[in-house]
């Protein structure tokens, strides 16, 4: 015989997405299978046990706070409960004690309010319920029905009553894969994630094309961004990363085009590759993290210069946000420290970018480029599976070093007004793109470290050195970094 009253079970409610209830039977069916199905995956390794209980899912497991902190990373999830009390035979006796025992400190000091709701169950009336329960409470507790700091929750079931003060929000959204796929431009900054992390939001399967710019120094970090939005984010799918050796389609574009036409041209020779990678996956739409007005290639006129080089749709999550909101959210959803090392390459040309183009000159640029540079790249891109890495394909390339050899010349890669602030004495200060343009005009006979602001540039430009045959490396970190270790070192 079971006892009366079981303290802590191992039993979490589990709430989906308000907007899943509003589905045809048929449809919300489907949805809730998909989203249990993406719920096991995010517990593998977690013993548990997952039932339909009318609109809500049961979950049943001993380890109640790694299922909490998985479920915060399930698309589809609106909240959950972990259930603190469960009263076997409840009547309004029963509850009373057991809500004086358990929740009496809990309230202790704080405003408070009971809540009542039967899910099938005994026939006791809800409104006494909650009268007869908050009146034990008060006195440690104060009773404020509008905005209390603490609800006391009592669900009424078949299996008894559970009472519960605890309520986490989870990510919302659809379930992941009750949409068809797309493909996500890549660059490994904050913008390309969080508007991943969108559209994943919203049910839809994400695969990744990365154009890469800078070698693989910038492959590496954008690799680990998005492995990281794989591994927590996208439970019951399976994404890839599909790597394009841009390299050779720039050389081009930088030889044949004016400088002001580069950052349009180049956006568009990304849409062309990432479009037969989607069709290749059977993707319905590109995404892009592209937000207005935010550079000279994100403004309406270039935009709509841009959209036609795709026959697919282009997704943009974040065309109206500002990018404090997407650094926020990037930092919420875990990729803000990755993506803060990664390289941006806006600053192609010196030449001042386009800000309004007209589409009919731009694609006449671009027809004057080698089509079939860009054609071998996409059919050479490289596929990664993103959940089947070992640590070792994750690992920080070797360009990257902790210390100053003494025969080292340093290269400050600040922009000039940051490197006045402060540089490391002796140091030579060469910014990023006029580096980039006369470094094959050094002495070969000399080892060459780099440092920059962040820690992002400095790594990219001394591999490129590195493959040119020069002994070049990178100081790991920023100027901060350094900063504060010369100070120890002459203090």
Not at 373 to 381: F, K, M, P, Q, T
Request: charged fraction near 25%; include cysteine; glycine fraction near 8%.
């Amino acid at each position: 015989m079971s006892e009366p009253v079981t303290d802590r079970p191992d039993l979490i409610i589990v709430r989906p997405a308000p907007e899943m209830q509003l589905k045809s039977s048929p449809t919300r069916r489907r949805f809730r299978n998909i989203l249990m199905r993406n719920i096991r995956a995010a517990l593998d390794g977690i013993p548990h046990e997952l039932t339909v209980d009318q609109g809500r899912l049961l979950l049943q497991t001993d380890e109640i706070e790694a299922a909490g902190k998985a479920l915060e990373q399930v698309f589809g999830v609106a909240s959950f409960s972990p259930v603190d009390v469960v009263v076997h035979e409840p009547d309004v006796a029963s509850l009373r004690e057991a809500a004086r025992a358990h929740f009496t400190e809990v309230v202790r000091g704080r405003t408070y309010a009971v809540r009542c709701k039967r899910h099938g169950g005994p026939g006791l009336s809800q409104r006494e319920v909650e009268r007869q329960v908050g009146s034990v409470l008060d006195g440690p507790g104060r009773v404020d029905l509008g905005d209390p700091e603490i609800e006391v929750r009592i669900d009424l079931t078949e299996q008894g009553a559970w009472l519960f003060g605890r309520r986490f929000s989870g990510p919302g959204g659809m379930p992941l894969g009750v949409q068809d796929r797309a493909v996500n431009l890549m660059s490994g900054g904050f913008d390309s994630a969080v508007a991943a992390w969108y559209t994943m939001r919203r049910g839809v399967g994400v695969d990744y094309v990365f154009c890469n710019l800078g070698g693989a120094t910038h492959e590496n970090m954008v690799l680990n961004v998005a492995h990281r939005l794989a591994s927590q984010w996208a439970h019951g799918d399976r994404p890839r990363l599909f790597v394009v050796d841009f390299l050779p389609v720039v050389a081009d574009m930088r030889q044949r085009l004016p400088g002001e036409v580069w950052q349009v041209v180049l956006k568009r020779l990304m849409y062309r590759a990432a479009e037969v990678i989607a069709r290749e996956r059977k993707s319905q739409a590109l995404v892009t993290g592209e937000a207005l007005s935010q550079v000279s290639s994100q403004t309406l006129s270039n935009l709509n210069s841009i959209d036609s080089a795709s026959d697919l749709p282009v997704l943009r999550p974040l065309i109206g946000f500002d990018k404090s909101e997407i650094l926020s959210l990037a930092r919420r959803i875990g990729t803000y420290d990755l993506c803060e090392g990664v390289p941006e390459f806006c600053a192609l040309s010196n030449s001042k970018p386009l800000v309004s183009s007209r589409r009919g000159r731009i694609e006449a640029e671009e027809a004057k480029l080698d089509g079939g540079l860009l054609e071998r790249a996409v059919l050479e891109a490289r596929e990664i599976d993103l959940l089947d890495m070992d640590r070792a394909a994750l690992a920080e390339p070797d360009v990257l070093i902790d210390t100053i050899p003494a025969d080292a010349e340093v290269i400050d890669c600040q922009p000039p007004r940051r490197y006045r602030d402060w540089h490391l004495p002796g140091a030579v200060n060469m910014p990023p793109d006029e580096l980039a343009r006369c470094f094959r005009d050094f002495p070969a006979d000399r080892h060459y470290v780099l440092y920059c602001l962040r820690g992002a540039n400095a790594p990219v430009l001394a591999e490129r050195m590195q493959r040119a045959g020069f002994n070049a490396h990178a100081l790991r970190g920023g100027v901060g970094r350094l900063r504060r270790a010369w100070e120890r070192r002459v203090s």
